[in-house]
């Protein structure tokens, strides 16, 4: 049905324009015709590009456009290669493309027109199969997803299975050639101590990975295991000390110095040194910033249950809570305040060395002793404070069977807590702490019996060094104890960058020289590298002034010791005749 429209202005006869109303062409309109009449040469094209035309504007029921007859003709190369006419091709011969545009974007439009319902229920079938077809492929992806995982997972745990086994197997080869070895070096051990040999020691705390992390200077602190070049003191043993970082050639000149002075220390000469270069090395890995440092061998849990034993119970009326005493001890801190402040509490470490026969060797022992004032002063008479031989021993047996059984070797630091209650008189022992390292108590301990030629007993807590006395046909005993003691003070060194950390060792006949000389030598090191504005409080001054005190406390027992001793004599002199 032809909707008829107002008359418009008159076109140029050039344009050939027609109108197309609810998707039909009237054939008969003077318009179509002059445009047919004119373009007759190209009419069968046109004529299917019209059909397409239509049939577009059928289906979106759009129901009076105006064509362009030039646009239209323009548009026949594209259409007879592609065969088929877009949205964007209908709005470019379209007088007004924007109107008809807001037409087609309105929903629904396309089922407006012909056929509309069929395709209508086409549009739903197809977007329901569509869903259909979308679910069942995300499930089927889910599933092939974890279908992989699964398999990956199993390949795995496969692979995981097999290396455990490949590695469990090379280890219980390497525990059997460990075993077989362990048991040579025991049977032998003997004969090996004995005879020429050379000991590797590469230092280390035994910390784990994670505790190195957060351990500032951690080179350093592992160098104070420089003593070990003293085992050079065995003229049967060479020393290759593997250091963790490069030692200069001024610091090796400084060792090489005071290991040479046991010739001087044997003979009583001065001038009498013996060059060791070749006894001992000290080396640094090129690789040392790349590799990981090795670890020490772990004790087993088994060695703590051990030591747990030997923390006896008190009174449980006084102290209820004494099975916690354990848990506060393994931090080493707040160990005096985990007593009553009556008691009296000492800290004993005990340095060993268990050799591959599972015989233990007690090498050192450093006794830090703690207790309020009044009880120092008061006259009390205390038990012996430091450890009851016989339950060391005991101790140091079940360490050494359980490591024999487990072919465990090396050195041992164990601290231990003695307290006395001032009730009962009774001394109780706590083990502390184990470690597996070579420490520094240890350390200075073998500087000191090397550079002094002397033996220390560790059961009587006695260090002898026999005084030198030369090849003399006839001497008197006030000759002989007036020849000089070995004494002086050595100071260790353990790197060459910083220079923040040293050792000193102050060596001498009685405990109050030997710390008055340590002071001095602390004040004047004090002198030596501070300046004019740093002489106030420091840690040199705060040191000395600890020294001071031990001082002070060390007289006054020096003075009570003389008064029991006289008392003791006095009550043996025998009683004057009635």
Sequence with gaps: MK????????????????????????KTSPDFLAFKQHFHLAWGSIFSLLEHIEKFLKDYAIP?????????VTLLPEFELKNRLTRYDLLSVIEDPVHIQMMLNVPGQRYKGQDGKLEA????????????????????R?????????????????????LRKILMESRQRHLENFRIRAKHLAANWNRIRTSRRTIIHIPSLGYSQPVRKHIADMDTQQNMQLGRLCD????????????????????????????????????????????????????????????????????????????AQHAQPVNEKRFPTWRKFLQTFLSQGGVIEAFPPAGSVTNLTVDMLIEPNGVIRILSTGDQFHADGPLISSGTTLPQTSVDPQVLHSMCLQIGNACKMRDVVGYFSIDLVTFIDPVTMEQQVWATDLDLSYSDQLALTQLTLYLTNGHLDCGLSTFEVPRFVPKKEKMSRLEILAMPDRQGTVFIFFEHLKRDKLGMLTI?????????????????????????????????????????????VTEENKIRFE??????????????DK
């Design 3 to 26: 909707i008829p429209t107002p008359s418009r202005a008159t076109k140029a006869p050039w344009e050939f324009d027609f109108c197309i109303y609810n998707g039909i062409i009237d």
């Design 64 to 72: 009076e456009v105006k064509i362009k007859g030039n646009s239209l």
């Design 121 to 140: 229920v086409i549009k739903i079938q197809a977007t329901w199969k569509c869903y259909r077809a979308r679910q069942f492929f995300l499930a089927y």
């Design 142 to 162: 889910k599933q092939k997803w974890a279908s992989g995982v699964i398999a990956i997972a199993w390949l795995l745990h496969c692979h995981k299975t097999r």
């Design 232 to 307: 050079i003191f065995d003229d049967n043993v060479s020393v290759i000390y593997i250091c963790s970082h490069h030692m200069d050639d001024e610091l090796l000149l400084y060792y090489h110095k005071i290991l040479s002075l046991q010739a001087a220390v044997k003979s009583g000469n001065p001038e009498a040194r013996s060059d060791l270069q070749d006894r001992f090395k000290v080396i640094t890995p090129e690789a040392v910033n790349i590799f990981t440092e090795p670890a020490l061998v772990k004790i087993s849990e088994e060695l703590a249950g051990i030591l």
């Design 508 to 552: 001498g006949e009685d405990l109050q020289g030997v710390l008055v000389t340590f002071a001095r030598n602390l004040f004047i090191i004090h002198q030596e590298i501070s300046s004019p504005n740093m002489q106030g409080e420091t840690n040199f001054k705060t040191t000395i002034g600890d020294v001071e005190t031990i001082l002070g």
């Design 563 to 576: 008064e029991e001793q006289q008392s003791k004599d006095n009550k043996t002199l025998p009683e004057p």
